[in-house]
């Protein structure tokens, strides 16, 4: 198996070890802030979140900043090997011009391996109710300076 498919089963999986918090917080208050977790080298999943003490009702963009710097930070000193950050946006999906609520889930892993994942989502009659899951290129922002 090359190394770029291995990164990206282990993305998958740091993935789908996140995704249920924000499924579960679209269920109970429609919403949920940024989020996020990372790979320790061990192979140890750790979920993370960000308090703002300083407001009761943080910006997210703030808080999508503070998780960046952390996972930069863990990148810089080696301690994991690959992050997600998980958001709730607005996005154009595939074949649309309409754009719609969505979770997404931005991965990068120390391998060169990144992606942003997109779960639409509509709220119908208070179910949460999921579209069609579409990925496009992550920036490679978290482990760009720091390839083995």
């Given at each position: 198996m090359?190394?770029?498919?291995?990164?990206?089963?282990?993305?998958?999986k740091l993935m789908n070890n996140l995704l249920p918090t924000a499924q579960n917080m679209l269920n109970k208050y429609r919403e949920f802030y940024p989020y996020g977790g990372y790979i320790e080298l061990d192979g140890q999943i750790r979920h993370v979140g960000v308090k703002d003490e300083t407001t009761e009702y943080p910006q997210s963009e703030d808080m999508i900043d503070a998780l960046e710097n952390l996972f930069l930070e863990k990148a810089r000193t080696h301690e994991c090997k690959a992050t997600a950050m998980v958001c709730d946006v607005r996005v154009k999906v595939p074949g649309s011009e309409r754009k719609r609520d969505a979770i997404q889930v931005r991965l990068d892993h120390v391998d060169g391996y990144s992606a942003e994942v997109f779960f639409p989502y509509e709220i119908v009659k208070g179910e949460v109710r999921y579209g069609d899951t579409f990925t496009s290129s992550g920036k490679g922002a978290i482990f760009q300076h720091h390839r083995a």
């Amino acid at each position: 198996m090359s190394q770029l498919s291995n990164a990206k089963q282990e993305c998958e999986k740091l993935m789908n070890n996140l995704l249920p918090t924000a499924q579960n917080m679209l269920n109970k208050y429609r919403e949920f802030y940024p989020y996020g977790g990372y790979i320790e080298l061990d192979g140890q999943i750790r979920h993370v979140g960000v308090k703002d003490e300083t407001t009761e009702y943080p910006q997210s963009e703030d808080m999508i900043d503070a998780l960046e710097n952390l996972f930069l930070e863990k990148a810089r000193t080696h301690e994991c090997k690959a992050t997600a950050m998980v958001c709730d946006v607005r996005v154009k999906v595939p074949g649309s011009e309409r754009k719609r609520d969505a979770i997404q889930v931005r991965l990068d892993h120390v391998d060169g391996y990144s992606a942003e994942v997109f779960f639409p989502y509509e709220i119908v009659k208070g179910e949460v109710r999921y579209g069609d899951t579409f990925t496009s290129s992550g920036k490679g922002a978290i482990f760009q300076h720091h390839r083995a």
